[in-house]
Nanobody, 116 residues
Framework: QVVESGGGLVQPGESLRLSCTTS????????LGWYRQTLGNQRELIAS???????NYADSVKGRFTIFRDDTKNTMYLQMNRLKPEDTATYYC????????????WGQGTQVTVSS
């Protein structure tokens, strides 16, 4: 089971931190990722982190967002700084040996709204 938390309404330029927690004892072996989706668009991978803690980012969030994980807590985080209105979306956590695959697990999503 994958559960996200931390979404909300913020103003442009503010920060927000999302969390993603999974159950089980294989968390440290999983690749983890944050996707986001807006109405009418496909789900987009914006940040990922490997079991070896190597991270990658989409150009749209690079330099503003940071993904990190705490394997002792089975939790992954997405620190979002300098938020923009275009960051408004539903954010989803994905966990698995191959991100986005049929064998990976999705959370229910958490809404992030950036608006003045």
């Amino acid at each position: 089971q994958v559960v996200e938390s931390g979404g909300g309404l913020v103003q442009p330029g503010e920060s927000l931190r999302l969390s993603c927690t999974t159950s089980g004892n294989i968390f440290s072996t999983l690749a983890l990722g944050w996707y986001r989706q807006t109405l009418g668009n496909q789900r987009e991978l914006i940040a990922s982190i490997t079991s070896g803690h190597k991270s990658n980012y989409a150009d749209s969030v690079k330099g503003r967002f940071t993904i990190f994980r705490d394997d002792t807590k089975n939790t992954m985080y997405l620190q979002m700084n300098r938020l923009k209105p275009e960051d408004t979306a539903t954010y989803y956590c994905n966990a698995g040996f191959l991100l986005g695959s049929e064998t990976s697990s999705w959370g229910q999503g958490t809404q992030v709204t950036v608006s003045s």
